[in-house]
């Protein structure tokens, strides 16, 4: 029950369904009325201003101001605002007092994915960032065998790269990630098991995600590894495109109901077959499991997708509870800093990939919450890059004064991320399914 008479609330966030296809969602009367009446709150508040870009700059914004208050700031003005949040939802888990059940009902991502959709519908959008959001197009083309190796040759090359950012806005210093034309898909092809084990534990179907198919089919193969030495039956999510989350950060949300309507009913066949599904990226498992069902609230099967759907760690955590996680570590992995990327830590489900990189012996995890500023697309847009690298900061150095033997993330886009940063080029971040395959000696 709220207490009216309390500045803030302390209830858990509740979050509401987006009623993007019903009201006034798009109209803009509408819209900067609401973004005004946030702003304010915002403003009065300032608690965030620690987080994203977002709110320095509506902060500035007022104080630059006639009037010193949201009143005094352009109307055109806010979508500076607007631009400059990636949805990463922290401020709605881990900030904000005055989230859902509190009266005010302030939902501050949800209201800029609003804002985005609005932008985008008025045709407000680069091609640039069309192109970006269009992973499993970009991929297909990128995987090709010549193709790849040219890509892959092309984004190491600074002269190449200083074009890149005067001509199509991405920034000749954010890391772009290496195509493998050996996908995930054509590797298991080759070494497929169905590990159709008497002690069989659970059965797993994966959904590979383009960067997991595409950008990271080594990790992925670490994750098959481990779930089968689990006794766990694994297999691929038969047909499959991008989880619909690049295009939600775009504004595009007819996109993402094309996606749905594609994933959706290929993952039910599985959910009704009583597999349980994963994926190896946190930004696809917070799209199945939250973004998916509170976009598309009445689906009946994207929220029975939702109750089948976990992150490996929190899957593995499961058999860990249950006592059929294998615990016999052959090796152990000394000092790791653990950077809990911030999709991972909105699902909340506990640092997981900690809880189970502790369970190795002579193993020391040292927790990073902090955003890494990548977003997927906002660290390699010519605009924004140094702003992210500015909110990856405190990690890197986190990380550059550390004595360690290895540093890892959940996402491996945040990974390459801190990259950038660290000076010790000895070390490298690495994928969590890497290490504790290492540990098992498998």
């Not at 077959?273 to 917070?286: K, N, R, T």
């Not at 360690?404 to 000076?423: E, F, K, R, T, W």
Request: proline share 5%.
């Amino acid at each position: 029950m709220n207490d009216k008479t309390r500045e803030g609330g302390i209830e858990a966030p509740t979050r509401h369904p987006i009623n993007w296809k019903t009201g006034d969602f798009d109209d803009e009367t509408s819209l900067f009325s609401e973004l005004e009446r946030v702003y304010d709150v915002c403003h009065s508040c300032r608690r965030c201003v620690s987080l994203c870009n977002a709110f320095p700059t509506l902060f500035d914004l007022i104080d630059e101001s006639e009037t010193f208050e949201v009143d005094g700031v352009k109307k055109k003005d806010y979508w500076n605002v607007v631009e400059h949040c990636y949805l990463c939802d922290l401020c709605y888990m881990t900030k904000c007092p005055y989230v859902p059940p509190h009266e005010w009902n302030i939902d501050f991502p949800h209201l800029m994915l609003r804002a985005k959709a609005y932008n985008f519908r008025k045709g407000n959008v680069s091609v640039r960032d069309k192109i970006l959001t269009s992973t499993d197009k970009v991929g297909s083309i990128a995987g090709i065998p010549v193709i790849a190796e040219s890509v892959n040759v092309v984004n190491k090359l600074k002269p190449i790269r200083k074009v890149m950012e005067k001509t199509i806005g991405i920034h000749s210093d954010a890391v772009l990630p290496k195509f493998y034309s050996n996908s995930l898909r054509k590797r298991y092809k080759k070494r497929q098991s169905t590990n159709d084990s008497v002690n069989c534990n659970g059965k797993v179907a994966l959904f590979v995600t383009c960067y997991g198919n595409r950008n990271q089919p080594y990790a992925v193969e670490d994750l098959i590894a481990i779930l089968q030495h689990n006794h766990i039956k694994v297999r691929l999510v038969e047909q499959e495109k991008c989880c619909g989350m690049p295009k939600m950060e775009l504004g595009d949300l007819k996109s993402v109901e094309s996606l749905k309507e594609f994933n959706i009913p290929n993952l039910m066949k599985l959910v009704d077959g009583g597999w349980d599904i994963i994926a190896p990226i946190p930004s696809c498992v917070l799209m199945f499991k939250k973004e998916l069902p509170l976009l598309f609230p009445d689906d009946k099967d994207v929220q029975k997708v939702k109750d089948a759907f976990y992150d490996p760690f929190e899957f593995l955590m499961r058999l860990k509870k249950n006592e059929k996680l294998n615990t016999n570590f052959e090796e152990s992995l000394g000092e790791i800093a653990y950077h809990a990327p911030c999709h991972q830590r909105v699902q909340n489900i506990g640092p997981k990939t900690k809880e189970i990189l502790e369970l190795i012996p002579n193993t020391n995890i040292t927790l990073i919450e902090r955003c890494s500023g990548h977003n997927g697309t906002y660290a390699v847009k010519k605009e924004y890059h140094e702003i992210s690298m500015k909110i990856c900061k405190p990690i890197v150095n986190k990380i550059n004064g550390s004595k360690l033997d290895h540093y890892v993330s959940d996402c491996p886009m945040a990974g390459h991320q801190i990259d950038n940063g660290v000076q010790n080029i000895e070390v490298r971040s690495e994928s969590p399914f890497t290490l504790l395959r290492k540990a098992y000696g498998i």
